[in-house]
């Protein structure tokens, strides 16, 4: 169940990349919500009526919402950043993604694909709002790895990227428990 979960991730994340492509989170932590109670987080009381648009929406009671508004506003991972959010259609349920890297790697050997290793910079910063949401790009490279080119895109955060994070280390000695 776990690996066909993995592998639709992939497919709809990617359909309009081709095959190629991979995406990973290391030490990632996820949220899930149904349908239902991703439209309620949002504030809509009445959820008779909620469906998916594409993998990055809901219709919620005829109001087109994305997945993001509804992972920005967890509470529970509120230290890890947001990453992503996409829709898992079969279970129907909105899955956040939140941790503090991601790296993306996409083959340049596909016609739909090639395009974006000609830029590499502009493509890995066009992909950052999709793929790594509250994620700064860290780097980003065009490498050969025999006869294959991949672009690679690093996403990161940084602790001075928000605020309102807590350093733990700055409490005081005496209110540590």
């Known amino acids: 169940m776990k690996m066909f979960f993995l592998l639709s991730l992939l497919v709809f994340s990617f359909s309009s990349f081709g095959f190629g492509t991979k995406f990973k989170i290391p030490k990632q932590k996820r949220a899930y919500y149904s349908f ?3 439209c309620v987080r949002l504030g809509f009381s009445e959820t008779l009526l909620v469906d998916a648009i594409g993998v990055r929406a809901l219709n919620c009671m005829g109001e087109k919402v994305q997945l993001a508004d509804i992972c920005l506003k967890n509470k529970k991972f509120k230290i890890e950043p947001f990453v992503r959010a996409y829709l898992d259609l079969t279970n129907k349920k909105v899955v956040c993604q939140y ?3 991601a790296l ?3 083959s340049c050997e596909h016609d739909k694909t ?4 000609a ?3 502009k493509s890995c910063a066009r992909f ?8 700064k790009l860290s780097h980003h490279s065009r490498l050969f790895k025999g006869n294959q080119e991949l672009l ?3 996403y990161s955060y940084s602790k001075n990227d928000k ?8 409490i005081p000695q005496e209110l540590t428990f």
């Open 99 to 101: 941790g503090k890297q």
């Open 163 to 170: 605020k309102e994070e807590i350093d733990l280390l700055d």
């Open 152 to 154: 690679h895109c690093y």
């Open 36 to 38: 239902k109670e991703a």
């Open 104 to 106: 993306l790697t996409l």
């Open 128 to 135: 950052q709002k999709k793929f790594a949401n509250e994620l």
């Open 119 to 121: 830029a590499p910079k």
């Open 114 to 117: 090639r395009r974006f290793c």
